[in-house]
């Protein structure tokens, strides 16, 4: 079993630059895939972008060139820089493990292991 604890959210005005940490702890063999989504207010819940224990990376269209993930398997923790913000970036962030990124499709990752959240709130 995966425990995963997010921090670093906060809030910040627009344009301005925030980083979420996700520290794993636990059965970290099988978090191949770590993942952030976000669920904003009256929003589905909606991928961000994940990162493969290779490093292989994929990023949602709406933050693409914006917000970069990234991992530290040493420490068993995984980031995300989020620089630019916009309103429409504020949600409470997730992040989630599971054996394959499934493409950020939150209805895929139903066997996953998720975090409690940490809020993001970006004003204008």
């Known amino acids: 079993q995966v425990q995963l604890v997010e921090s670093g959210g906060g809030s910040v005005h627009s344009g301005g630059s925030l980083t979420l940490s996700c520290a794993a702890s636990?059965?970290?063999?099988?978090?191949?895939?770590i993942a952030w989504f976000r669920q904003g207010p009256g929003k589905e819940r909606e991928g961000v972008a994940g990162?493969?224990?290779?490093?292989?990376?994929l990023y949602a269209d709406s933050v693409k060139g914006r917000f970069t993930i990234s991992r530290d398997n040493a420490k068993n923790t995984a980031y995300l820089q989020m620089n630019s913000l916009l309103p429409e970036d504020t949600a409470m962030y997730y992040c989630?493990?599971?054996?394959?990124?499934?493409?950020?499709?939150?209805?895929?990752?139903?066997?996953?292991?998720w975090g409690q959240g940490t809020q993001v709130t970006v004003s204008s």
């Open positions: 990162i493969e224990s290779d490093g292989n990376t």
């Open positions: 989630a493990a599971d054996a394959r990124c499934y493409g950020l499709v939150p209805a895929l990752w139903f066997g996953g292991t």
């Open positions: 636990g059965d970290t063999d099988s978090t191949y895939c």
